[in-house]
């Protein structure tokens, strides 16, 4: 079986540089302070491997509730997670189960992590109006640096103007136009997190549980 637990660190936090300036610190910050007091969000993540996309989907639902997906492009199916207060389940098998209290618990962990605004850990600068998407956002970018891998990339966060909140996160090669390594793009409408209904029949409900 594959592992039941699956980590939210790497979009909990880590993946927010520093900010070079006082100014574009204090707007890009306010913008993830802002994101973590919504009442749900969504983000989904892209990073490409050597045998395709790595997505993952975690949708975050105020005060207690989330759901967290991995499609590995090395798997036949998808790892999830449900985690609604001090109770979790699991599908990693083609059916979900709820899980005992010691992996409950750690997914009650990584969610109480995950409401925690990102922290900064390289240098950006404010870019003004700059185009994503055909769409136009207040940009927020990296100068070039190494990645992991040696390769030179740069990152830009886009905020929505309208509303203050970041709606993409990317990550790309400094020197060409190809498909970004990272993509992690925020949502914040129609998010709804529920207990799996197979496991909820004929016990009590989860509101019953809380």
């Not at 992991?148 to 905020?159: E, I, K, L, N």
């Amino acid at each position: 079986m594959r592992a039941v637990v699956l980590s939210l660190a790497a979009l909990a936090g880590g993946i927010f540089p520093a900010l070079a300036d006082d100014k574009c610190k204090g707007e890009l910050e306010a913008a993830f302070v802002k994101q973590r007091a919504q009442p749900a969000f969504r983000t989904v993540a892209s990073a490409q491997t050597l045998n395709g996309p790595l997505i993952r989907t975690i949708d975050f639902v105020a005060p207690d509730a989330i759901y967290n997906k991995i499609e590995s492009p090395t798997e036949d199916a998808p790892v999830e997670t449900i985690g609604i207060g001090k109770w979790a389940w699991a599908n990693t098998e083609g059916g979900w189960e709820e899980q005992p209290p010691h992996n409950a618990q750690v997914v009650a962990q990584e969610r109480e992590a995950y409401k925690v605004p990102p922290k900064a850990a390289a240098d950006f600068t404010c870019l003004g109006t700059v185009k994503y998407e055909g769409k136009a956002f207040v940009g927020y970018g990296t100068a070039v640096a190494k990645d992991t891998d040696g390769m030179d990339v740069v990152t830009t966060v886009y905020v929505a103007p309208e509303t203050g909140l970041p709606a993409y996160y990317v990550t790309k090669s400094a020197k060409s136009d190809g498909p970004a390594k990272f993509v992690a793009a925020y949502s914040y409408e129609g998010i709804t997190v529920t207990a799996p209904n197979e496991l909820l029949a004929g016990s009590e409900s989860s509101a019953d549980k809380k």
